[in-house]
């Protein structure tokens, strides 16, 4: 089997060969299991147990060696159904906190000189928050004018904006 279609359900590469290599094996040990895929013995035994968390392998003890069973891939589906099925039951408590606690951007077009103006008049109203602003000076010069802009920073300074 290509591990680049376990891999797009989710296996990273280590998991992947780690799990057809048990599944090929059927049991086996973690000296088994490094021989086999070519991985460090200490990394399959990180390995292994990730995939029994996530349910892709089993673990059984034979005296003191720890033998590793593969799932049935039927199984498999069937754990990922009750998964799929857990998640859509808690999503929309997750997407209520994710719409209560993230600001939404806020995107709005203005235009010409009285669009630009009102754009430095809505800044100077969000007093005591840090603001970020894009802007060529030259053009705002152009638009708006020297005496406008040294009056507008004045006041941006007096409300403590940054």
């Known amino acids: 089997m ?5 891999e797009s359900i ?3 590469g280590k998991k992947a060969k780690i799990y057809l290599t048990v599944l090929e094996l059927g049991r086996a040990t973690a000296i088994d299991i490094a021989k086999k895929a070519n991985i460090k013995r200490t990394t399959v035994y990180d390995v292994v147990l990730e995939l029994i968390s996530d349910g ?6 034979r005296g003191a060696r720890r033998i590793f069973i593969a799932e049935d891939p039927s199984v498999l589906i069937g754990t990922f159904e009750q998964r799929m099925n857990e998640i859509k039951e808690i999503a929309p408590e997750l997407l209520k906190i994710y719409t ?47 005496r406008y802009l040294q009056s507008w920073v004045k006041r941006r300074i007096k409300r403590k904006i940054w």
């Not at 290509?2 to 376990?6: P, T």
């Open 2 to 6: 290509n591990i680049k279609k376990l």
């Open 10 to 12: 989710g296996l990273s």
């Open 56 to 61: 892709y392998l089993s673990e059984s003890k």
């Open 100 to 146: 209560e606690v993230i600001p939404k951007p806020q995107l709005r077009f203005y235009d010409g000189f009285n669009g630009v103006k009102r754009i430095m008049e809505e800044r100077l109203s969000m007093s005591g928050k840090e603001q970020f602003f894009w802007s060529s000076i030259s053009d705002l010069l152009d638009v708006l004018g020297n």
